[in-house]
């Protein structure tokens, strides 16, 4: 009985430690270019949103913390690949 209990913890711990490592291989490293949203605030105005391609001219509500419709946009999508 303890050579199973043993054989059990083992493949546990080595599943464990596999979903561990593609865990932290499917991080993104924080660089240049991998940035979420962009500002552009000359020659014109305008935020680009990266993750769901959504562009709003409305810089000075976003930047006044107005995300509503950023986040709104990111959240169906990612409900909808769920879903998929």
Do not use: C
């Amino acid at each position: 009985m303890k050579m199973l209990r043993a054989k059990i913890y083992d493949f546990e711990l080595a599943k464990r430690e596999a979903k561990a490592h593609e865990d932290a291989r499917a991080r993104l490293k924080i660089e240049w270019g991998s940035q979420i949203r962009s500002y552009v605030l000359f020659p014109y105005q305008q935020v680009a949103d990266h993750r769901t391609d959504v562009k709003t001219s409305d810089v000075d509500g976003v930047l006044d913390g107005d995300l509503d419709e950023l986040i709104r946009t990111h959240l169906l999508q990612a409900a909808n690949a769920r879903t998929n």
